[in-house]
């Protein structure tokens, strides 16, 4: 197998562990937050701390559109919930900006090797 469908093989459970993170939080969520409030912070952190940890690009596509499923599947009966996507897309998006800062800055720290 290449590096290449190692890579791939790799994204799925990634991608499916990310999914059942924000599925429990956002069930969890259900149960104790009785406003729509608590329930889009719950789901827009658990995407937002995902974000900032899944390394694939693919894998972090998933977990958002999950967060944004959970997140209409547990708000209110009677209340709108879509006008509230956008917080969990900003988590998302806050969460991979951040490791996409992080990124630079961990590889300027690394000194050259220097032949003597």
């Known amino acids: 197998m290449s590096s290449e469908q190692h890579d791939d093989v790799m994204v799925i459970p990634a991608a499916l562990g990310g999914c059942a993170a924000v599925a429990a939080v956002g069930l969890a969520a259900a149960v104790v937050a009785s406003t729509t409030t608590g329930r889009l912070l719950a789901v827009a952190v658990t995407v937002g701390v995902l974000s900032a940890v899944l390394t694939d690009t693919r894998a972090w596509l998933v977990v958002t559109a999950a ?9 209110d009966g009677g209340e709108n919930g879509w006008p509230f996507l956008v917080i969990v897309g900003l988590a998302a ?13 961990a590889s300027s720290t690394t000194s050259p090797k220097v032949d003597h």
């Open 67 to 75: 967060g944004a499923a959970t997140f209409l599947l547990v708000v």
């Open 93 to 105: 998006v806050l969460g991979r900006g951040q490791r996409w800062m992080r990124r630079p800055a």
